[in-house]
């Protein structure tokens, strides 16, 4: 069963950089069948993705936050990780890791996000 | 960006009922369409994708139908672990988008 676990701090400054790690387990960050993915959720509101980041480095981003974002993935530690710098309080969000994964039979391939973590909370504040 | 609109935002419905909400696209996604549910605090997880699979696990009591720009989910007799909020996602071009999500509540 695959797993994901977020971790990182909960608490930003505003200006500063946030940084998250998403460690998975009964997978491998290795496949070349999955994106590893961030989508976040503001309080009380709803679902933004992101962006991917796949097993070789390539990555994808949501336009309205590619200047700050920075994805990294680390095949040793079976991690991805987020950053995402100049944070000001409309970043505060529950920060998901998720595996977008893909079904072969549908031509186009079609896209899910499948196996998801259990979300950390991020409070940009100081 | 593909903009997603989902109706209604919220929902008062009885165990037993047959519910159904909609997603409408702001251009074609052809069938890359995916809905969640999300219960309160915890993640959303995956009900179907490609607009009408069943990901595997998840009770026949959901289905998805649609194509092009206008879907729908129907639960056919809502138990009381489907009280959540549910949410569509376009995965027909990035940046994917999120509807805006619909709260099920019970009456």
């Known amino acids: 069963q695959v797993q994901l676990q977020e971790s990182g701090p909960g608490l930003v400054k505003p200006s500063e950089t946030l940084s998250l790690t998403c460690t998975v387990s009964?997978?491998?960050?290795?496949?070349?069948?999955?994106?590893w993915s961030w989508i976040r959720q503001p309080p009380g509101k709803g679902l933004e993705w992101i962006g991917y980041?796949?097993?070789?480095?390539?990555?994808n981003f949501n336009p309205s936050l590619e200047s700050r974002v920075t994805l990294s993935v680390d095949s040793s530690k079976n991690q991805f990780s987020l950053k995402l710098a100049s944070v000001t309080a409309a970043d505060t969000a529950v920060y998901y890791c998720?595996?977008?994964?893909?079904?072969?039979?549908?031509?186009?391939?079609?896209?899910?996000?499948?196996?998801w973590g259990q979300g950390t909370l991020v409070t940009v504040s100081s | 960006d593909i903009q997603m609109t989902q109706s209604p935002s919220s929902l008062s419905a009885s165990v037993g009922d047959r519910v159904t909400i909609t997603c409408r696209a702001s251009?074609?996604?052809?069938?890359?369409l995916n809905w969640y549910q999300q219960e309160p605090g915890k993640a959303p997880y995956l009900l179907i994708y490609?607009?009408?699979s069943l990901q595997s696990g998840v009770p026949s009591s959901f289905s998805g139908s649609g194509s092009g720009t206008d879907f729908t989910l129907t639960i056919s007799s809502l138990q009381p672990e489907d009280f959540a909020t549910y949410y569509c996602l376009q995965t027909y071009s990035t940046p994917y988008t999120f509807g805006q999500g619909t709260k099920l509540e019970i009456k």
């Open positions: 490609a607009a009408s």
């Open positions: 998720a595996r977008l994964g893909r079904d072969n039979a549908y031509l186009p391939r079609q896209y899910y996000f499948d196996y």
């Open positions: 009964g997978g491998s960050v290795r496949s070349s069948s999955y994106y």
């Open positions: 251009q074609s996604i052809a069938d890359h």
């Open positions: 980041i796949d097993y070789s480095g390539s990555t």
